[in-house]
């Protein structure tokens, strides 16, 4: 167990109580995770589903959690795979196309009422549903999680090197985007 | 003018319902409740295990009893067999058995003949109609 590890606190419980623990566990995680999963899946209902199959899997799987590895990691690793699962599930019944937000937004009950951005807020989650999968997650966990590469690594089973190139791109295209509309 | 992307704010601009974060952590912990049901299930029986294991034991010091008992009353010439004292019985045959376990219960189990002829299917017949789960036992074999 790593001395500075945040998740300290929730491995030790884990041992004792794992019920307390896992209690712990989605009240640290559940928000972050959330957002995660909605930037991915955009749609509130599928973020739901997402989450709550992501902690009913890390459940299943808390005993052969071993806490050398990140609780963190871990659960964004698990959280991706649903968010995923979801969107090709989407794919395959694609009754909303939701490559253009704007147009979804303004047209649909759903998306008015659960988007609340302003115009350039609106172009830049357009341009990030443009990026390939793969890059838009990392995109959205460089940009809005801050995670670190070493940490992405690990939750996408990528190399640090491809990832920062990822990113590099993924930015360039999105100037690119917004700039040229 | 179009903001460069990186001046937007990459605070996020989707909404959620209202509570939506208190409703969803409690289904979610409701969900994985369940859990504590099959825990409960294993430690019923981690609790009968010790009892088990006097059970066992007292099954095994009534056998030898009864044997040594039926070799020494069995009317034949006794002339030359060495006489044994219980200290010795205890250091010669039951090495393997906890003697403060057995000494704490020889005052609580009567000595019964039905003792003697029950067999590791019986103890787990019994387990079973007590309610444990059968593939908890094996777990524990």
């Known amino acids: 167990m790593e001395r500075n590890n945040p998740d300290n606190d929730i491995f030790e419980l884990l041992k004792t109580d794992v019920n307390k623990g896992f209690r712990l566990v989605v009240e640290r995680y559940s928000s972050k995770l959330y957002w995660h999963i909605r930037r991915l899946v955009i749609l509130h209902e599928d973020a739901d589903d997402a989450l709550q199959n992501t902690f009913i899997n890390a459940w299943r799987n808390i005993g052969n959690f071993r806490n050398e590895s990140s609780m963190y990691t871990w659960l964004y690793a698990i959280a991706t795979n649903e968010s995923l699962t979801i969107i090709n599930k989407r794919t395959k019944n694609a009754a909303v196309s939701l490559d253009d937000l704007g147009s979804y937004f303004a047209n649909s009950h759903e998306g008015s009422t659960w988007f609340d951005g302003d115009e350039a807020q609106t172009r830049l989650q357009n341009a990030i549903l443009q990026l390939p999968e793969k890059q838009r997650i990392v995109f959205n966990l460089k940009y809005f999680d801050d995670m670190t590469y070493e940490d992405m690594s690990k939750v996408l089973n990528t190399s640090v090197g491809a990832l920062k190139a990822s990113y590099h791109h993924a930015v360039k295209k999105i100037e690119n985007i917004i700039t040229n509309g | ?141």
């Open chain 2, 1 to 141: 003018m179009m903001k460069e992307f990186k001046d937007i704010s990459n605070k996020s601009p989707f909404k959620v319902p209202d509570n939506y974060f208190e409703e969803v952590k409690r289904k979610i912990i409701s969900s994985t409740s369940g859990y504590s049901s099959v825990t409960k299930k294993i430690s019923s029986f981690r609790k009968l295990r010790p009892y088990l294991a006097v059970a066992a034991s007292i099954a095994v010091l009534v056998i030898l009893s009864y044997t040594f008992i039926h070799i020494f009353s069995s009317g034949k010439d006794k002339t030359g067999l060495p006489e044994i004292t219980l200290n010795e019985f205890s250091d010669n045959y039951l090495n393997d058995i906890d003697i403060l376990t057995l000494e704490q219960s020889a005052g609580t189990i009567e000595p019964d003949m039905a003792w003697i002829e029950m067999t590791s299917k019986d103890i787990i017949d019994y387990l079973v109609l007590e309610n444990i789960d059968i593939n908890d036992i094996y777990e524990q074999l």
